[in-house]
């Protein structure tokens, strides 16, 4: 009983998890921006996450479907005590908050990581893609039982 108390307490913080993601993103934002650290490179994407050469209509369009499933689907099927659902959760809405964020205050999402030639990205792009790995992971394995 202990146990399932302390993983049930643990599931309280994942909130202040994702907000200090949100939080980190931010900052790294503004970083970029100001041009003061040397390793962030400061893009201006107007398309969609890791800047896909899509048309932004059609990914929002898409997004939108995609966010209202994954909210229903959350809510349908989550049971509080489990730890992974809710953080796969969490960090799929704290990464939309934040490129949310910056598309309606800038028009576009700062980005200022960059792998090879074409991809780049900010960490907010990294939570949406692992929240959505981790949800779309245990939805198959919650399906399968």
Do not use: C
């Not at 993103?25 to 503004?30: A, C, E, G, M, P």
């Not at 400061?42 to 369009?61: C, D, H, M």
């Not at 576009?108 to 780049?120: E, R, S």
């Amino acid at each position: 009983m202990r146990k399932i108390k302390k993983i049930k307490q643990s599931h309280r913080l994942i909130p202040f998890f994702i907000l200090g993601l949100f939080l980190i993103d931010r900052f790294l934002k503004i970083m970029a921006t100001s041009g003061q650290w040397a390793q962030l490179h400061y893009f201006e994407n107007t398309g969609i996450a890791f800047s896909l050469p899509i048309n932004p209509l059609v990914f929002w369009g898409v997004a939108g479907g995609l966010l209202a499933w994954f909210v229903y689907e959350y809510r349908r099927k989550v049971h509080k005590s489990d730890f992974l659902f809710e953080l796969g959760f969490y960090l799929v809405i704290g990464g939309f908050l934040s490129n949310l964020f910056d598309r309606l205050t800038h028009g576009f999402v700062i980005d200022y990581f960059t792998f090879g030639a074409d991809l780049i990205f900010n960490l907010a792009d990294v939570m949406i893609l692992l929240g959505a790995i981790i949800f779309g992971i245990k939805l198959y394995i919650y399906e399968k039982k």
